[in-house]
């Protein structure tokens, strides 16, 4: 592996989180009325790959109880789902429901108005590519996730 294209990512990415990074938001002041540990909790959970609450409170460094409150709040909300594992009843998985997704979009720690400002600043072509290489590093990351399962927590525990 090229160490000159792992340092360009180590420092280009830095670079625009900084530049389009927002305020955490507060649960009163946004449309989902989510805090900021909210929007960390609901950006680890997928619509369809479960997550076990032990688990990501081991990846999130956060008590199995802090968790366990803040998701009965965010499921009596409408953004998270809980159900029974197949084939283990003893066993929960959580995921991030539709009204989840959508209450994300309005706490993301990247403000969209400055990505498409950021974006804009780019001629056409290189914006394309941008955003094609984004995406292409992002897809990456998922198969890397997807060889790692244990990734974020050595044990998991339900």
Known sequence: MDSDLVLS??????QVYQACHRRHPRARTNPGRISARDAWILGHLHPTQPVSPGRLAGHLSLSPSTVSEAVKRLER???VT???APGD??????FLAARGVDALKGATVLDAERVRHMLAL??????ARAVDGLALLAEAARMLNAREPKRWHDGDAA
Do not use: H, N
Request: no cysteine.
């Open 82 to 84: 809980r159900r029974r």
């Open 77 to 79: 909300l409408g953004y």
């Open 122 to 127: 780019l001629p056409a072509g290189k914006r």
């Open 89 to 94: 009843g003893r066993r929960l998985e959580l």
């Open 9 to 14: 990512v180590l420092s280009a990415y830095p």
